[in-house]
């Protein structure tokens, strides 16, 4: 089949290379210039397992192509992908502006049949919006071509992006039309290989399954996130208490780990801009507002533990900290909405110099963290360590899960680990020696 991929970023660029991989010719369209030269190039501008080898076996096999104009792109594919970035606005509503103007330019230069499917996250409505930008554009060039637009959710998780395209738990579809409906069931057949897998469903519903999907998730962190905090008030360890109800199937152990709070570019904006369409329909939602409350105050639990810990020293002005992990999860350089920047953002406006390690987010991070003399990026695990009073985990990545301790003593003036991801045993920290504070568990000392 004969794809269209509008917006080649981590959605855009795996279900490109996915599609390619099972056979069908896909052609890239992204605005800016910058990424389309370096993908023609060969290089890949994200960091995702797998995907640098996806994108170059199919580029080479001609399978795989890169534009930036959108009518080349156009021209041959019967299946167009929307997958623009959606990001909040201010005021936590989904700005909807790439999609529409995608939507315009589609409009602007189609001349057959084409499906016009919406990948990325929008609110509900958003493809009947689609639907009536495109007929204007028509109208405008004087033509009545046909067209069909349908609403396919993505679910990939970054850091196992190929893995769970090419396998995902289901592939939502949303149409209530045949000929569409046809069409996708052929393109999706080789992922979806069992019928259960893809599921059919009314536009709406599939727009709304996102959102309830990433609410869902995000409910379930922000839950263990709260359970966990009165674990330590109380002296329970939220380690245990995540065995013994994730034992019941009803609940299950995935995605309730205690942390430092959801990040990244999916869950807060998502819940935000679901809480803003509630709103618009005059309802008041009030346990995912509760999600995102207690997200934002998790965000700063670690740097009120470092903050706490330093007080009766003269606090943190003037002290350093070493940080392992930016990235707001492990296997990815996405630091959109990580809690490093909030917990950075925190200590730094007290004066604390940063020390900071991440093994792929470097480069971003020195972008985001640019305009902030008091934080420092290095490239080298142990050297970040040097001179730093004490150690932030904020990222679980796993070459920080059974790291040279000997080695991070020698390092650090003092023997102190804040641990945001609870990578450690508190009973094995305070037997090397550490200060060793947690999530949900009381702290340890030698
Ligand atoms: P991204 O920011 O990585 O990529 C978006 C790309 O779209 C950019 O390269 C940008 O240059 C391009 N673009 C913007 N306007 C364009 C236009 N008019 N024409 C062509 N290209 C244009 O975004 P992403 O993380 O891939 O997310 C895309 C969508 O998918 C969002 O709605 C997001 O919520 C959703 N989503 C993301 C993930 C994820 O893990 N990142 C998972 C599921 C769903």
């Excluded at 409910?219 to 995540?242: H, L, P, Q, W, Y």
């Excluded at 002005?317 to 992990?325: D, H, I, P, S």
């Excluded at 350089?333 to 809690?339: N, S, T, Y």
């Excluded at 040279?404 to 680990?417: D, E, G, H, Q, S």
Aim: proline share 4%; net charge neutral.
């Amino acid at each position: 089949m004969n794809v269209c991929i509008v917006g080649t970023g981590y959605v855009g660029l795996v279900s490109a290379a996915c599609f390619a991989e099972m056979g069908n010719d896909v052609v890239c369209v992204d605005v800016n210039p910058h990424i389309v030269e370096m993908l023609n190039k060969g290089y890949v501008h994200i960091f995702e397992p797998g995907l640098e080898e996806l994108v170059a076996r199919n580029a080479r096999d001609g399978r795989l192509r890169f534009t930036t104009d959108l009518a080349e792109g156009l021209a041959d594919a019967l299946c167009v992908f929307v997958t623009v970035g959606t990001p909040s606005k201010p005021d936590g509503s989904c700005d909807l502006i790439y999609v529409h103007q995608v939507a315009a330019q589609i409009g602007q230069a189609m001349t057959s049949y084409k499906i016009v499917i919406d990948k990325s996250t929008v609110p509900v409505g958003t493809a009947d919006q689609v639907r009536e930008i495109i007929a204007q554009e028509l109208r405008k060039r004087g033509l009545d071509l046909p067209f069909d637009v349908v609403s396919n959710p993505e679910f990939l998780k970054e850091g196992d992006a190929v893995n769970d395209f090419m396998k995902p738990d289901r592939v939502i579809v949303g149409t209530d039309s045949e000929r569409a409906a046809k069409h996708l069931e052929a393109l999706y057949a080789p992922y979806a290989r069992s019928r259960e897998k893809l599921i059919m469903m009314g536009v709406k519903s599939a727009e709304m399954t996102k959102y309830a999907a990433n609410c869902m998730l995000a409910t379930k962190i922000s839950f263990i996130n709260e359970i966990a905090n009165i674990c330590e008030m109380v002296g329970a360890d939220v380690r245990e208490v995540r065995m013994g109800i994730g034992s019941d199937h009803r609940i299950g152990y995935h995605f309730i780990y205690p942390g430092v709070g959801y990040g990244g570019s999916c869950f807060p904006k998502d819940v935000k801009a679901l809480i803003n369409t509630a709103k618009e329909y005059g309802y008041k939602p009030r346990l995912i507002e509760s999600v995102d409350l207690v997200n934002s105050r998790q965000k700063l639990m670690l740097s009120n533990k470092i903050k706490n810990y330093f007080a009766d020293q003269g606090g943190v002005k003037g002290r350093t900290l070493a940080m392992w992990g930016l990235a707001f999860k492990a296997n990815t350089d996405d630091m959109r909405e990580a809690p490093s920047i909030d917990i950075i953002r925190d200590l730094t406006a007290e004066g604390m110099r940063i020390r900071a390690f991440d093994p792929v987010a470097g480069d971003k991070a020195r972008e985001t963290f640019k305009d902030n003399p008091l934080v420092e990026i290095f490239d080298e695990q142990y050297g970040a360590l040097e001179n730093a009073d004490a150690l932030a985990v904020v990222t679980e990545w796993n070459q920080f899960r059974n790291p040279n301790f000997t080695r991070m003593k020698r390092f650090l003036r003092a023997p102190i680990v804040f641990d945001g991801r609870n990578l450690y045993s508190p009973s094995f920290m305070s037997s090397e020696g550490f200060a060793y504070f947690s999530i949900g568990r009381r702290p340890a000392r030698p």
